[in-house]
């Protein structure tokens, strides 16, 4: 040790200890429970944050990542130290395929966001080598997320926003002007962020296949429709999944994201490297299941867009989930779609006197029509009959207990709040949070206006923290 401090120069040296904290275990303890309580996360509450998609994290995903084999191993290792965790990526490849009917997966973006810039990438290489470079036009509907212009936008194309129809729904009027020998794609996901499912869906594919662009899938509501139908039967060639919303990896401040995306066969060769591959062997592999994976170049790829190969721990959470379920994931569908209409159902319920401050979106025109797994109400009425707006709602739900849903998007709703029940909460959670939130409604509007009174931080100017952003803890030097 003392040979090597030698190499190092006098002027280099520490002349002192540093300065770092020492702590008994209970008083590091103390520190990080003092810590999570500060958050609130799906562990804490309800959480009904709409198109986030806040998923129970199962323990055992977390059990199954720590194993050795997965928890100790590095990216670099070579493959054939490294079987078993290329058979969970292969096999994640291909149940991501199956579920949303395209040809080919890679698992390597970390987040919903950058796996539509890197399928925007392919699409762009795609046109590129087809000789249409002209094509430089992405068409997102009003209601579309701001990741998908976002990302568009990051590849230098142009964005074409169409209005919805009346009922929140695609106007294919509006499509079929929007296309033209200039479009490079079209961005949707379906069901929509307003929790409404688009039955013009192969219609709208077909408008944008014969202008020549490309339909991208943006798979963070896939959780409505996983084991019912798929991307590929509707018409898209690309699509990104979010393993944090969908397959139940932590997100928000609990973890990583992961953001990987399928493909059809056309688009394959430009799909970041590396993906896995495998090949049959005799004598049934390190795996025992007859095979030898391996990493594999696409012919053309487009290149890494994230180190190493993408968040691996995620995916085998990921995969622990699908592992438990398998077929049944359609359950799970099943239920986010259940509690979302059971919410928004008791939430409207028509005998309610405070329904005078909320205002659904139509949804073929009445109330009690089926949603998918989210809704949205408008908070308008509210505001014009009392002051109080959406904001006020959402800071009150607060001093109750729940996490805010989505607010002010999308931003066709006037005065939006955006509804998502977690599909493993229980009637009598849904009952009382509708309950809490139809007495809100009924409460003195200063009351509400002033919410919240019950948190450590009151009401922060958004604005000066976005535009004064402070990225060093006080203490830090
Ligand atoms: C509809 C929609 N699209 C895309 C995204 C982006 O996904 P990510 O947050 O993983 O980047 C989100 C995120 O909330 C979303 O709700």
Known sequence: MEEAADTVPPSLRRSSLPGWPRASEPELVRHYT??????????TGFYPLGSCTMKHNPRINERIVQLPGIDRIHPLQPEHQIQGLLAIFYEMQEMLEICAGMDQVTLQPVAGAQGEFTAIRCIQEYHRSNGENHRDKVIVPDSAHGTNPASAAMCGYDIIEIPSAEDGRIDLDALRAAVGEDTAAMMITNPSTLGIFEPEIAEAAEIVHTAGGQMYYDGANFNAILGKTDPGRMGFDAVHYNLHKTFSQP????????????????????????LVDRQEVEDGGATGDGYRYFWKTPENTIGKVQQWHGNAGAVVRAWAFYRRYGRELELMSEHAVLNANYLRHQIMNPDSETLAGIEVMPVDGAPTDVVKHEFTLSMQPLKESTGVTGKDVAKRLLDYGYMSPTLYFPMIVPECLMIEPTETESREVLDKFADDFLAILAEDPELVSTAPHSTDVRRVDEVWAARNLILRHPGSE
Request: charge should be neutral; charged fraction near 10%.
């Open 251 to 274: 997100h928000g401040g609990g973890g990583p994201g992961s953001g990987p995306i399928g493909v059809k066969s056309h688009l394959a060769e430009f799909l970041p490297s590396p």
């Open 34 to 43: 003092w810590l999570s309580q500060r958050n609130f996360g799906i562990d």
